[in-house]
């Protein structure tokens, strides 16, 4: 390998040899085959692999056959029904498009090439195999350079070969820990680290460390299969049974953000770049890929103007996630929103549903059911308040409105779902009848209830600003953060009462508490009443169960919290948006601290998701009611680990208590050793150790800092 050598050193060299560097091309030099000088890089691969082809052969090129024969006079309308079909997967190329015709009729031949500028997106035109223009022409597409392929097909049929069966890694071998630990992700400087969170030792155990791993961010899958990192190039996803080995790359190059599907079947890509003129958008690109083969399933490409409609959140104007997955774990469908419309598509085809986008005219804002294929949208007021705004419920595929409810005065309007599709709560906030001021109410939907039923919410009073609004996780009950910093009120209501299922019942409202966020448990019954930002990471444990606080702490600057997937622990983090106390701390859900990390310049931390359980409802509920029975081994393991810490303290004090009496014997030691010195520096009076010759007495001394004379009258 070659050495290196500093820039100074080689202006010395070529001094010396009499070349004029300022006449050297460096971009021209490239470097000897296979060396590195030492500065190895991760995207080497990528770079070399995934970049885009451009014009390589054929494979940009496809054939599309049974189309209809036509006259000369119809060729141009033909082509441009075909040219719009093709032109929403790719770019055609100027000359990109050739219809073959009969010589002596002058009719078309029944088919086509049409010629992409990338061989990704004549692989993507493929997905039109099957298309049905009309009852008699379904296209039949192949990519050019497959004919060459079918014509060295022998004549003879030979056996394939055999090749022997090599099982993968079982990449949810980490919920098989015999400890029923679970596992998170950090980002501090620039390493990536994955950890068990071992609670019973009372620290993290390390599972895989790896410096410049991403070069953004990190995020976990949604079942916690895959980690994906970012990088210049694209994306990757890392998993394993042992350690994280890189599953598969994905080419985007400049890619900013990342989604999964909610069944990880999929992956969504993002980037934006600048245009070429400064008066014009910025140009976004959209991939959508599977997760499992890498291949580009669909991708879309406009500006940012086009991809900015409504939503919140995002980079340069657009709202991310640009498309919403609906359906549930099957990812049956995604969509976009889109001006006076919501493009829903279908991942069977990757193509809109019905061919059609849902024409909604003036909507704003649509969100999917978490676990059935149901959008909710809403519709602010038009003509001045003339025709109300509303929220619609729609069932897809068939796109049958299942719901309607107009509302007016709207100002705004946000919609919370449960996360097990149960309930709706729409939060609308409106203006009084001077329209200097609003006050919000909630329309609360029973959507797995005949007719779906809708309540109409109100605080008590109703002029209360709501600063949170949250769902507990696979339950009935919600809490609201409603009233006047810095101290408001917490609410927590029932979609259930004693006497009637129906109505909404108030369990009980905590007065003046310090908070601004709220952080169910992910099992519900706990929750966390968080006071971040400008409250310092003021906490409190509630459970909800018995309307008690288990305890308060505080982490001062606290800027994330984040449940376990079990609810077990709680995780709170000081991110390096402040520049002091980087790092994060775990705790129990009843809000014992059981340990401190700190991390300098820290990012990230997130726990790994679970995937759901394969136990019945009934199972659980059984579990649940025999916890006795099924926790005495753990509480057997729980003593063992407690004796067992018990016995590392002692052996730890031990170890201190050696330690220190090896360091008084050493000083006694050297004591003894200079005793002649301390002797001969006394000019031979006896060594310190003989005190009786010594006798300690006090001495006041008194000293006169000033005298001062005065004659004072005297009268009798």
């Given at each position: ?9 080689v202006?010395?060299?070529a001094?010396r040899?009499?070349i004029?560097?300022?006449?050297i ?18 995207d080497e ?5 995934e ?6 052969g054929?494979?940009?090129i496809i054939?599309v056959?049974n189309i ?7 060729f141009e309308?033909?082509e441009?029904?075909?040219r719009?079909?093709?032109?929403q ?7 990109g ?9 002058h ?5 086509c ?17 099957g ?7 379904i296209f039949?597409?192949n ?5 060459e ?6 004549d ?6 055999v090749v022997?069966?090599?099982?993968g ?6 919920l098989?820990?015999?400890?029923a630990?679970?596992?998170f ?6 390493d990536?680290?994955v ?5 019973r ?6 599972v ?5 791993w991403?070069?953004s961010f ?13 990088h ?15 599953l ?9 953000l990342?989604d ?23 140009r976004?690109?959209?991939?959508i890929?599977?997760?499992r ?5 669909r991708d879309f ?6 991809f ?7 980079v ?11 359906g549930?774990?099957?990812?049956k ?19 809109l549903?019905?061919k ?8 704003m ?8 294929p149901?959008?909710a ?7 001045g308040?003339?025709q109300?705004?509303?929220v ?6 068939s ?6 409810k107009n ?5 705004d ?16 906030d ?5 329209k200097?001021s609003?006050y ?6 029973r959507?797995?209830?005949r007719?779906?039923?809708i ?7 109703k002029?209360d600003k709501?600063?949170?609004f949250?769902w507990e996780?696979?339950?009935?009950r919600?809490?609201?953060i409603?009233?006047?910093n810095p101290?408001?009120?917490v609410?927590f ?12 019942s108030?369990l ?5 508490k310090?908070?601004?966020a709220l952080?169910?448990s992910?099992?519900?019954?706990y ?6 930002k ?14 008690e606080t ?6 001062f600057?606290?800027t ?16 390096s ?8 701390n ?19 931390f997130l726990?790994?998701?679970r ?5 019945s ?7 649940a009611k025999?916890?006795?029975?099924y ?13 067992l810490l018990?016995e ?15 360091w008084v014997?050493e000083?006694?030691r ?6 002649l ?14 005190e ?8 006041e001394?008194?000293e006169?800092?000033e005298t001062?004379?005065e ?6």
């Open positions: 390998m070659a050495d290196v050598m500093l820039l100074n050193e202006e010395t060299t001094a040899l009499g004029d560097l300022s006449e091309d460096l971009d021209s030099i490239r470097l000897p085959p296979g060396e590195d000088f030492g500065i190895k890089s991760d691969d990528v770079f070399r692999d970049n885009m082809e451009f014009d390589s054929f494979g940009n054939v056959d209809p024969v036509v006259p000369r006079e119809k309308k033909l441009g029904v075909i719009k079909i093709y032109s997967i790719g770019v055609i190329k100027e000359d498009f050739w219809m073959p015709t009969d010589p002596e009729t009719k078309t031949l029944g088919f090439f049409v010629e992409f500028n990338t061989p990704q997106e004549a692989e993507l035109a493929l997905k039109t195999n298309y049905k223009l009309d009852r008699s022409h039949a597409v990519l050019f350079d497959d004919f392929k079918y014509m060295k097909v022998p003879e049929w030979a056996p394939p070969e022997p069966y090599t099982p890694e079982n990449l949810q071998k980490w098989t820990d015999e400890k630990r679970d596992q992700v950090i980002r501090a400087g620039t990536t680290e950890l068990w969170n071992d609670a030792q009372m620290k993290p155990d390390p895989y460390k790896r410096a410049y991403t070069e990190v995020q976990w899958s949604p079942l916690g299969t895959y980690l994906a990192t970012v210049r190039q694209g994306a990757a996803v890392w998993g394993g049974a042992s350690t994280f080995n890189r598969m790359r994905y080419a985007h190059p400049q890619v900013g990342i999964f599907s909610p069944g990880e079947n999929y992956l969504v890509t993002y980037s934006s770049h600048e245009p070429s003129s400064p008066d014009e958008p910025k976004v690109v959209i991939n890929f599977d997760v083969t890498g291949k580009v399933m490409k406009g500006t940012t103007d086009e900015a409609i409504a939503g919140s959140g995002g340069s104007g657009v709202s991310w996630p640009v498309f919403k997955w609906g549930g774990k099957e990812d469908y995604f969509a976009r929103l889109g001006k006076n419309l919501i493009s829903v598509y279908e991942t069977e085809n990757f193509f549903l019905d059609k986008s849902l024409k909604v005219e003036n909507v804002d649509f969100s999917w059911s978490p676990t059935d149901i959008l949208l809403f519709v602010p007021e038009l003509g308040g003339n109300p705004a509303r619609s419920l729609y069932q897809i595929p796109k049958e409105e299942l719901r309607q509302l007016f005065s709207v100002s309007c946000k919609m919370y779902w449960q996360s097990n599709g149960d309930y709706l709560a729409v939060k609308v409106r203006y009084t009848k001077t200097k609003t919000t109410g909630f329309e609360l939907f959507i797995k209830e007719d779906i039923p309540e109409v919410f109100e605080l008590e009073n002029t709501i600063i949170a949250a996780p696979k339950g009935h919600f809490a609201i409603h009233g006047d101290r408001p009120d609410s209501y029932s979609m259930r009462s004693g006497n009637n299922t129906g109505r909404v108030k009980t409202t905590l007065k003046g310090q908070a601004n952080y169910w992910p099992t519900g019954r929750i966390i009443l968080a006071g971040l400008g409250m310092n990471g003021q906490l409190e444990f509630y459970n909800v169960d018995e309307l288990m305890a308060t702490a505080e982490h600057m606290a994330d919290i984040e449940w376990d997937p079990t609810g077990r622990y709680v995780a709170t983090a000081v991110t948006v402040h520049e002091m106390e980087n790092g994060f775990i705790w129990s859900f009843n809000g014992k601290l059981l340990y401190r990390i700190l991390k300098d310049h820290f990012f990230q726990w790994r998701p995937p759901p359980p394969f136990l409802p009934e199972k659980e509920e059984e579990i025999n916890l006795k029975k926790s005495k081994k753990y509480e057997a393991e729980d003593q063992d680990v407690s004796m018990s590392q303290d002692r052996e730890k004090r031990k170890m201190l208590k050696e330690e220190w009496e090896k014997a000083w006694k050297l004591h003894e050793e200079e005793r010195e301390r002797e001969k520096l006394r000019d031979g009076e006896a060594s310190d150790d003989d009786e010759e010594y006798e300690a007495k006090e001495v001394v008194e006169v800092l001062t004379e004659i004072l009258p005297f009268e009798i």
